[in-house]
């Protein structure tokens, strides 16, 4: 049956009886009375244009309630589908708990300014996540799943802990506010030791490659938790790197170091991703190559531009995941419509929309306009929205007025949205110590651009596919851990 002659039938909402527990609900209004809360304090900070802190254990400003705002958020959505989703479910009442317990940790983590608070929230919000990886009691695979990922989680929070370690000894402070000022002071090897450190923790906990294994080996997750870990989780590498900015910005070395592992992840995630053949598979995928445009982002110098990738990369994967069941058909394969070969019209609307797309993004944010990372900012929104415009045009079953008409105008609007997005988050982060230095261009910027135009070429035109060393390699490197996966099918027949 086709997506389009199926009818989407929803249950009612189960409602707790006599006997039943009121944990679901009561945690599912609780959440979203923390968003309420988050935002009448991003409206204060907007009104008043300070922050509060406690002295030396928490601070809260423009970062910490941007992520407020978009954590409880995301919560709330998860709480809320998993009402329904975990209906009779015997462990509903602990996934309810892991969840909300998870939000906490986040809220916490993004407000500390005590290093070992610091932490002890990211240690425990990675091992919160791998027990709702593991969540399926007697399920060998989920188990598997939960032990790899803690295994990675706890390997991420030595790095940490040795980074922050590191910045005690070298500069006396034991806040993040305390180590930001005294960074000058500090002896520029243990700097650098430090930074990397910070950077490795990063790429575990974003999965990047080649650490993306914990995160493709997790799909044993129930589904909210995967939206949950995918919009939410991956994310905290790069507030780690924003929330130590003038740690990694202090060498360009390092700068150069955190910009070609971003563009590495990105570029292979894409590969990865064009292999997989399962919905979750490819989204998985699809977040190794988000988490690294994020980091490259950082890598530039735009701090701003990573916390609002992450925020709306959040709000997309979120949707994906809940909504990955209703993109499985089952049709035969003659069923699957195909696409003919792009036109001279069709090639100049979708290269003119990219263009005129990338020219928006400098005029309205600034960025591109100056000889400076900015201009490779704006030549990948250029490739964004060429792939997106390229996407529309070969599969809208539109007329070609519409087509031609309606996509530059859409395109035009969400570039004006974006854009507007990162200049309010760029607002927000203002007052933060190293965010606002944007990185000269040099060489090895101009052979990331290129390899991202080669890459970009590559994969549209298909040509990668034609070397099977390639595909194999890409199918071996995107496979999950074998612990994590069902080899026989009778693992799946209940009967």
């Known amino acids: 049956m086709s997506r389009q002659e199926r009818t989407t039938t929803v249950g009612q909402l189960p409602t707790p009886t006599t006997g039943e527990s009121r944990v679901p609900a009561a945690l599912t209004r609780l959440v979203w009375l923390l968003w309420v809360g988050s935002l009448g304090v991003l409206a204060a900070r907007l009104w008043t244009g300070e922050g509060w802190r406690v002295a030396g254990l928490v601070a809260i400003d423009g970062l910490t309630v941007v992520m407020w705002t978009a954590v409880t958020f995301f919560s709330g959505i998860v709480h809320s589908y998993s009402r329904r989703y975990m209906a009779g479910e015997r462990a509903t009442d602990r996934f309810f708990g892991g969840v909300f317990a998870f939000t906490l940790v986040v809220l916490v983590l993004v407000a500390a300014d005590h290093l ?218 003659a069923a699957t419509k195909t696409t003919g070969r792009a036109g001279v019209a069709d090639v100049a609307v979708v ?56 996509l530059p105008a859409v395109t035009l609007v969400a570039i004006a949205v974006y854009a507007a997005m990162y200049r309010f988050v760029e607002g927000l982060l203002s007052g933060l110590p190293a965010v606002g230095q944007s990185v000269e261009l040099t060489a090895v910027h101009g052979l990331v651009a290129a390899a991202f135009l080669v890459g970009y070429l590559a994969i549209e035109s298909g040509v990668y596919r034609r070397s099977h060393r390639l595909y194999v390699a890409l199918l071996n490197a995107s496979q999950p851990s074998t612990d994590t996966l069902l080899t026989t099918t009778e693992d799946y027949d209940d009967y």
């Open 116 to 333: 070992v608070l610091f932490a002890v929230a990211w240690v425990a919000m990675g091992l919160l996540m791998a027990d709702l990886v593991g969540h399926v009691d007697g399920w060998p695979q989920a188990g598997a799943a939960a032990g790899l990922a803690r295994r990675y989680f706890l390997a991420g929070g030595g790095l940490l802990a040795v980074a922050l370690a590191a910045l005690w000894w070298a500069t006396g402070a034991t806040t993040v506010s305390g180590v930001a000022a005294a960074v000058g002071t500090a002896p520029p090897a243990v700097l650098l030791f430090a930074a990397v450190a910070l950077l490795l923790a990063a790429m575990v906990q974003s999965a990047l490659v080649p650490f993306h294994g914990w995160l493709l080996s997790s799909m044993t997750a129930p589904t909210p938790a995967s939206a949950l870990m995918h919009a939410g989780f991956v994310n905290a590498g790069g507030i780690l790197l924003v929330r130590f900015a003038p740690v990694v910005t202090a060498d360009t070395r390092l700068m150069l170091a955190v910009l070609l592992v971003g563009a590495a992840s990105a570029l292979f995630g894409k590969l990865l991703k064009s292999v997989q053949t399962d919905v979750k598979g490819q989204l998985g995928c699809s977040t190794v190559g988000q988490m690294g445009f994020m980091i490259m982002q950082v890598g530039l110098g735009f701090f701003g531009a990573a916390i609002t990738h992450l925020v709306l990369h959040g709000c997309y994967k979120a949707y994906q995941f809940l909504a990955s069941g209703s993109r499985v058909d089952h049709e035969s394969p």
């Open 351 to 406: 290269v003119l929309t990219a263009l005129a797309g990338g020219a928006l993004f400098a005029v309205l944010t600034g960025k591109g306009t100056a000889l400076d990372g900015g201009l490779l900012l704006a030549g990948l929104a250029v490739l964004t929205v060429l792939h997106a415009a390229r996407g529309v045009v070969a599969h809208t079953a539109a007329p070609a007025t519409v087509r031609y008409g309606a």
